[in-house]
C-alpha cells in the first residue's frame, strides 16, 4: 500500500487525487492533507481520510474543527519528509510548495508534480536534486504526463509536440480580443477547471510553461518541442521518433486518468469510475500551427524562456499578477502583451544557480508588474 500526501487538497487537482484514492483503498492510504484554504472542504476530507499530518493556512483551523487526537497539525515542509510517507502529491498552485518539494526530494520521496510553476521557476535546480538524491518527479499534468507514457521504453526521440486547446477565445475574431470580458475568456468550450489555468489556456501562457517542464523532464533541447492548436483536446500530446514513426496519447479530458498512471507507475488497472474516450464518436481530429497574432504572449514568453537562467522565474511571478488583476478587472485582455513585455525589458538576470535567485526573481517581477499595471490603469483613466 502507498501512503499518500496531498498538498492542495480542496483545489481541482487535489480533490480529483482523492476521487483515485476512493476508487482504489486497497491500494492507497492518506497520511496527509494539506491546503491553504477552504476549511471546510478540509475538514470534510479529514473526516473521510482519517490522515495522521494536516496542515491548514486558515486562522483558527484547528480550534473551529474537532479532530481525533491522533490528527496532528503539521508544516507542509514537515509533512513530506515523514518515514510514513511514499508519494508527495503537489496540487497547489504558483510556488508555495517549492521548499515542501525541495524537502520530499532531499528525503528520497516520488514527487507527483501537478502544478508547472516548480519546475518553471526551478527547473535545472530541482532536476540536478532529484538525481543527486534518487528521488522521483512524476509529472501529473496532462501534456507532460502524456509525454511521460509515450516516452516509455524508447528514447530515441526527435520531437515532441504539445497539444494545446486554443482557450475560451480560440474562434473570436482577433480584433475582438483587445476588450474580452473575464467571463468570456472564463468559458472555456472543453472543460472547466480553475479561473487560472482558463486565462493562461486562452492567453496560451499554459503551453509555455509546458515547454520549459518537457525541456526539464525530458531533458530536450528547445528545438525538439512544438506546439499544435488541436480544439478536441482528445491527444493530449506525442512523440516523434527518429524513424519517423508517431505516438500519441489519447484520453477524455479527464485529469483522473494521468492522475491515476502517476500514482500506479508502471501498473495500469481498470477504473470505472473514469471517462472513457470512444474513438468511433470522434469524426475529426484537427491540428493547426500556433497563430502568433492571436497568442503574442506565447512568442514573448517562450523567447526569454530559453535564455534559462531566472528568466522563466520571472514569467510566473509576471503571469500570475496579469491573471489576478485581469480576473479583477484592473487589466484589460489585450493589455497583457504589453506587460510582459514592459517588465521583461527591465529585468536584468541574477542567476547564482540557487534556489533563493529564483524565489527572488519571482518575487522582483510580481512588484514590477504590479507598478506596471497601476501606470496603464492611470493612463487609462
Known amino acids: 500500500m502507498k501512503r499518500i500526501v496531498v498538498l492542495g487538497s480542496t483545489g481541482s487537482i487535489g480533490r480529483q487525487t482523492l476521487d483515485v484514492v476512493r476508487s482504489f483503498p486497497q491500494n492507497f492510504k492518506i497520511v496527509g492533507l494539506a491546503a491553504g484554504s477552504r476549511g471546510e472542504k478540509l475538514s470534510e476530507q479529514i473526516t473521510e481520510f482519517l490522515p495522521e499530518m494536516i496542515f491548514c493556512n486558515e486562522k483558527n483551523f484547528l480550534q473551529n474543527n474537532n479532530f481525533d487526537s491522533s490528527c496532528h497539525l503539521v508544516s507542509m515542509e514537515e509533512m513530506v519528509v515523514q518515514e510514513n510517507v511514499d508519494i508527495v502529491v503537489v496540487a497547489t498552485s504558483g510556488d508555495v510548495a517549492m521548499n515542501p518539494i525541495v524537502n520530499a526530494i532531499r528525503a528520497g520521496k516520488i514527487i507527483a508534480l501537478a502544478n508547472k510553476e516548480p519546475i518553471v521557476i526551478a527547473g535545472k535546480f530541482l532536476t540536478d536534486l532529484a538525481r543527486e538524491c534518487q528521488a522521483e518527479i512524476r509529472p501529473l499534468d496532462s501534456e507532460p504526463n502524456a509525454i511521460w ?39 472555456h468550450p472543453n472543460w472547466q ?42 491527444i493530449h500530446s506525442m512523440v516523434e521518433f527518429v524513424d519517423g514513426s508517431i505516438k500519441a496519447a489519447l484520453a477524455s479530458p479527464d485529469m483522473r486518468i494521468p492522475i491515476q498512471y502517476g500514482l500506479f507507475y508502471p501498473d495500469r488497472f481498470f477504473n470505472p469510475n473514469v471517462s472513457r474516450l470512444d474513438l468511433l464518436a470522434q469524426k475529426n481530429l484537427n491540428f493547426s500551427p500556433l497563430d502568433n497574432k492571436r497568442y503574442p504572449c506565447f512568442n514573448i514568453a517562450l523567447e526569454y524562456a530559453k535564455k534559462e537562467g531566472t528568466w522563466p522565474a520571472v514569467l510566473v511571478g509576471i503571469d500570475e499578477v496579469v491573471v489576478e488583476t485581469f480576473l479583477k478587472g484592473k487589466l484589460k485582455f489585450g493589455e497583457i502583451p504589453k506587460v510582459f513585455e514592459k517588465v521583461l525589458s527591465q529585468y536584468v538576470d541574477h542567476n547564482d544557480g540557487s534556489l533563493k535567485a529564483m524565489i527572488d526573481a519571482v518575487k522582483w517581477s510580481k512588484l514590477n508588474t504590479y507598478e506596471i499595471v497601476n501606470s496603464i490603469g492611470d493612463n487609462d483613466a
Not at 162 to 183: P, Q
Not at 193 to 219: C, P, R
Not at 220 to 227: D, G, K, P, T
Request: glycine share 6%; hydrophobic share 45%; aromatic share 8%.
Open 149 to 187: 507514457q509515450c516516452l516509455q521504453g524508447d528514447p530515441s526521440v526527435s520531437n515532441v509536440i504539445i497539444t494545446a486547446s486554443g482557450g475560451a477565445l480560440r474562434d473570436w475574431d482577433i480584433t475582438e480580443l483587445y476588450n474580452v470580458k473575464v467571463k468570456d475568456a472564463l468559458n
Open 193 to 234: 477547471m480553475g479561473e487560472k489555468i482558463t486565462i493562461d489556456s486562452a492567453t496560451m501562457m499554459n503551453k509555455v510553461f509546458e515547454v520549459i517542464e518537457a525541456h526539464w523532464l525530458f531533458g530536450l533541447s528547445w528545438s525538439q518541442i512544438s506546439v499544435y492548436v488541436h480544439p478536441e483536446s482528445l
